[in-house]
């Protein structure tokens, strides 16, 4: 499977297809009635006890939501990564609420963070945003990252900076090289240079969401710019 492009979901006319991993049936009863009812309903297409029951590469679902802690299994951060390189956008939805996890998972391409007591509401916005590969902040992952003061920040040129911020509020590539009088070749450049600086100070952003994740956590820019 590849890795998921810049651009939402090529699905719109379709329902949100969901796999759940959770070694607790309480949880996967929960999130399958909160899927029921969102608006527009989101499929639960796969239920999973744990993770060794899947293989991510053959998995067609838009949103994986990843619980961290199995009685039987390897690390949950060890699977979050599989998953990720595997091309799959995942909600990881556990109950830790530790802010060197909820990096970690994030620096790991976590498309948002959640802790089971921020329940219903955030969850399912979560998957919503995770499907149109947007950012969604639950109140744990804001907090993290806000007390963030990491220094593995890669240097990025104000030119780069320049570009992500028009990307950001933007689905085109093109809108973004004809409002900075560039080509769309070059936007392409400054977007591959500011990953591979991510990637080298082991924080990789694959994704949009990912990205703007990041800039976010570094101060690059604020949600009132996306």
């Known amino acids: 499977m590849t890795v998921p492009t810049d651009k939402p979901t090529d699905k719109p006319n379709t329902p949100i297809t969901v796999a759940i991993v959770d070694d607790h049936d ?10 029921r009812d969102a608006d527009p309903p989101i499929t639960v297409a796969a239920s999973y006890s744990d993770p060794t ?7 067609d679902v838009d949103v ?41 998972c994030l620096d790991y391409g976590a498309a948002c963070f ?3 007591s921020e329940g219903r509401r955030h969850l399912v916005a979560a998957i919503q945003a995770a ?8 109140p744990t992952m804001a907090g993290a990252m806000a007390d963030d003061r990491r220094e593995e920040r890669p ?17 085109s590539k093109n809108l ?8 769309t070749a070059t936007v392409n450049t400054h977007l591959a240079r500011v990953r591979t600086k ?8 694959t994704t949009k969401a990912a990205l703007i994740a990041r800039a976010l956590q570094d101060g690059l820019i604020t949600l009132d710019d996306v």
């Open 26 to 35: 309480v949880v996967h009863a929960g999130i399958e009635a909160w899927c």
């Open 53 to 59: 029951e899947l293989d991510p590469a053959a998995l």
């Open 64 to 104: 994986i939501v990843l619980d961290l802690q199995f009685q039987e299994s390897r690390s949950g951060l060890e699977v979050l990564r599989s998953f990720v390189a595997a091309g799959l956008r995942v909600v990881v939805y556990t109950m830790s609420t530790d802010a060197a996890t909820v990096l970690t």
């Open 114 to 116: 959640l802790t089971k």
């Open 131 to 138: 499907a149109a590969n947007t950012p969604y902040l639950g």
């Open 155 to 171: 240097m990025l040129s104000p030119r780069e900076q320049e570009v992500l911020l028009h990307w950001f509020r933007t689905d």
């Open 176 to 183: 973004v090289a004809s409002a900075l009088y560039i080509s």
């Open 198 to 205: 991510y990637a080298a100070v082991g924080r990789p952003a």
